[in-house]
């Protein structure tokens, strides 16, 4: 059933009528593992090939493709992933590999062009990157480039959508902007934040890429795709400030810092790994700026139109905002929306969200464990280092904060809605979560949760005991450090009061 990305686009059908067979490579990648929930809510049928197949197995969908174990520089494997395929998508690059990244490229596109047309493939559909006439590229635009003349040049019909940096929670150059602006209030910065960019919603990259699928060979050729605001790159982290309700950044451009020098001063400031920020910010020197808008007649806008800059950073920021974590007693079967990060996404995509795990295994049972668990606060405290909270609610009181003062509204059960002293209860599963929301002063956000679960080995219980705090700006960042010390007394000390364990285990 197709959803508001892919309503209104043409499904791809192959000779018997059926849905089209896609196959997406990449899926472990930024866009492949998010194109592959909009092909299927889209109607297609999906084959994904990947090198490690057991990194796809907590995605949602892994039940509803089917996989192929191999290499993209394995012919074998081509040959086995293209058979009755009907619409190949490429989206293979080798920006993390040392040395010679380029070669690598060209030679992963030569080997996938000969398959797709040695398997009779119907098109291939392939996600470059804008280039603006007249400028020289860099190494990894012009590497685009190559590719997507190669694929073409196989004989294999190509549509080349080429898109400039994509926003949405994952997306390298989309960290690399969040990073800065949140960490940075006052920032030195090369010549080319003074750049035109023209970014686009990673959703609207998503509809052109599926929406391309049901084009028909005649229209295969480059295309340009891309939102609809122009922005310099300090306006964009000026855009992004707002959205996240920071101050207006301080941003002082200086004609010094090469781009070595800058990619290493984002590798510095930011999680981006150093290989992949000096590669992208040798990249930021090219305006990226659409001037061919003939995609727009062949797949037409969403209903509402594209995405606007403002809008996809809010969507990007969703899992900060409501503290979207997985953990081991939520409902993992829903997926989110396509701005959020993906279990395969990099350790630093998403943005800082902090955490403190506790898990604690007693032999009482879970009705006994959870009794302790709903009692927490106000009267009944916290645990052994109760002092501590008590400490935590002066400094709060003094900073204009609600402090301890509000206590609980009864002693031994709580509601959705409840007022906890400085917390308010934000969710209640009996005897499986409890979830506070913190509602002290602070420079971010804060949620304690408390997960139960039967031990399979004792018949007892496993408390899953969870701090989370999501920095806001550069003295978010500050704050955690320098409480990070406390949570060694404070969070174990709780997590053994309400298991009446000894043993506490601290999770990363």
């Given amino acids: 059933m197709p959803n508001e990305i892919s309503a209104g686009l043409r499904i791809l059908k192959d000779e018997s009528g059926q849905p089209a067979l896609c196959l997406v490579t990449g899926a472990t990648g930024y866009i492949g593992g998010r194109l592959i929930v909009q092909l299927l809510e889209a109607g297609y049928r999906v084959r994904v090939l990947a090198r490690n197949p057991q990194r796809l197995s907590t995605h949602t969908w892994i039940n509803q493709v089917e996989l192929v174990e191999g290499d993209a520089n394995d012919q074998a494997a081509l040959d086995s992933a293209m058979s009755g395929v009907s619409v190949a998508y490429y989206l293979l690059h080798a920006l993390l590999v040392k040395g010679d990244f380029e070669q690598l490229e060209r030679d992963m596109a030569y080997g996938f062009g000969d398959a797709a047309k040695r398997n009779k493939v119907g098109k291939i559909i392939y996600l470059g990157g804008i280039i603006t006439p007249g400028q020289e590229a860099s190494p990894h635009l012009q590497a685009r480039v190559d590719t997507g003349r190669i694929l073409a040049e196989s004989g294999v019909p190509t549509f080349e959508l080429r898109a400039g940096v994509v926003i949405g ?40 890429l599926v929406g391309s699928a049901g084009l028909t060979s005649k229209e295969a050729g480059i295309y340009e795709i891309a939102g609809p605001e122009v922005f310099t790159y300090a306006d964009m982290m000026q855009a992004y400030a707002k959205v996240a309700g920071l101050r207006k950044r301080i941003i002082i451009p200086l004609p010094v810092l090469t781009p070595k020098l800058s990619s290493g001063w984002v590798g510095l400031v930011t999680p981006v790994p150093i290989t992949l920020a000096r590669r992208l910010v040798d990249s930021l020197k090219n305006e990226v700026v659409a001037t061919d808008h003939r995609i727009r007649d062949l797949i037409p806008d969403p209903v509402g139109g594209l995405t606007n800059f403002e809008r996809a950073v809010g969507l990007a920021l969703v899992r900060i905002k409501e503290a979207k974590v997985e953990t081991r007693w939520s409902d993992a079967s829903s997926p989110g929306t396509p701005s959020e990060p993906l279990p395969t996404d990099p350790d630093w995509a998403g943005g800082s969200l902090y955490k403190d795990i ?9 009705s006994d464990v959870w009794k302790r668990v709903e009692a927490i606060g106000g009267d009944n405290g916290y645990s052994t280092a109760s002092w501590a909270w008590e400490l935590r609610g002066i400094m709060d009181r003094f900073v204009g904060g609600v402090g301890l003062r509000r206590g609980r509204r009864d002693p031994n059960h709580l509601e959705v809605g409840d007022a906890l002293d400085f917390w308010r209860v934000e969710q209640v599963i009996p005897e499986k979560l409890l979830r506070l929301r913190a509602e002290m002063k602070l420079p971010g956000r804060a949620w ?14 496993i408390l899953t005991q969870v701090a989370i705090f999501a920095p806001k700006g550069l003295f978010g960042q500050i704050y955690w450090w320098a409480v990070w010390p406390m949570h060694g007394l404070v969070f174990p000390s709780m997590a053994r009061s309400l298991a009446r364990s000894n043993k506490v285990t601290k999770r990363a």
């Fill in 358 to 366: 506790r898990i604690t295994h007693t032999k009482d049972s879970i």
């Fill in 169 to 208: 929670s994952g997306s390298a150059s989309f960290e690399m902007l969040r990073y800065l602006t949140e960490r940075l209030p006052i920032m030195t910065t090369p010549k080319w934040v003074k750049n035109r960019i023209q970014p686009i919603a990673v959703r609207d990259v998503l509809r052109y």
């Fill in 448 to 461: 304690l949760e408390f997960g139960l679960e039967v031990d399979p080995e004792t018949e007892g219980t």
